[in-house]
């Protein structure tokens, strides 16, 4: 069975410090992946999303970036974290052919 | 301006109640999928419609697609504590692979 694991569950960041996400797939190949942000009062927000390995594509422009070294590994960085930047991060799944999205748990960013 | 638009916004009703919830858009969609999400935790789909008119029914939830694509409702019958959560449309992006884009939800609290 398919599993997507996203760590770390809570991240407590200063202002101007980096940022690094990680998402894995297990379970499947080649699968699309993406990263969402959720906000308060903003609803799930696309971010990133990946049909394969080196292939990003940014939905808004934002202080975040997103790179895929693997077939089932999908990262979110930043540089430099600024405070609206917090929010809870998701990274999900989908096969090529399906259109259902499978999330992970959850990352929890507050920038302080 | 909200591709999918979500009432109401919250909704506070006691164990044992019949409600529902809507998804509007004025734009005409393929498919419309509605997703609960536990406070924590990713989203996880409950359903997918795609016919107009189609009526799915999930155990006590039962998910209507408008006539015209337009618009989805979700009723619930016999409210339980359990179904406590945060209700999402979503839909499709323009190519298939770019992910959903999602309305704000509807936070649903059933008090025992």
């Known amino acids: 069975s398919q599993t997507i694991h996203q760590w770390p569950a809570t991240l407590v960041q200063p202002v101007g410090s980096p940022l690094s996400l990680e998402c894995t797939v297990e379970?499947?190949?080649?699968?699309?992946l993406y990263w969402y942000r959720q906000a308060a009062g903003r609803g799930l927000q696309l971010l990133f999303y990946s049909v394969g390995i080196g292939q990003i594509s940014s939905e808004v422009p934002q202080n975040l970036s997103a790179s895929r070294p693997q077939d089932r590994q999908f990262i979110l960085s930043s540089k430099k974290l600024l405070l609206s930047d917090s929010g809870f991060y998701l990274c999900?799944?989908?096969?090529?052919?399906?259109?259902?999205?499978?999330f992970g748990q959850g990352t929890r960013l507050t920038v302080v | 301006t909200q591709l999918l638009e979500q009432s109401p916004q919250f909704l506070s009703i006691q164990e044992g109640e019949n409600l529902t919830v809507y998804c509007n858009s004025s734009s005409v969609f393929s498919s419309l999928q509605w997703y609960r999400q536990e406070p924590g935790e990713g989203p996880v789909l409950l359903v997918t419609?795609?016919?107009?008119?189609e009526v799915k029914k999930l155990k006590r939830l039962t998910f209507q697609f408008g006539d015209a694509r337009k618009d989805s409702s979700l009723h619930i019958t016999a409210a339980q504590p359990g179904d406590t959560g945060l209700y999402l449309c979503a839909l499709r992006g323009r190519g298939g692979a770019d992910g959903l884009t999602f309305g704000k939800g509807t936070h649903l609290i059933i008090q025992p």
């Open positions: 419609v795609v016919t107009g008119g």
């Open positions: 379970g499947t190949s080649n699968p699309n």
């Open positions: 999900a799944w989908s096969a090529q052919a399906n259109t259902e999205a499978f």
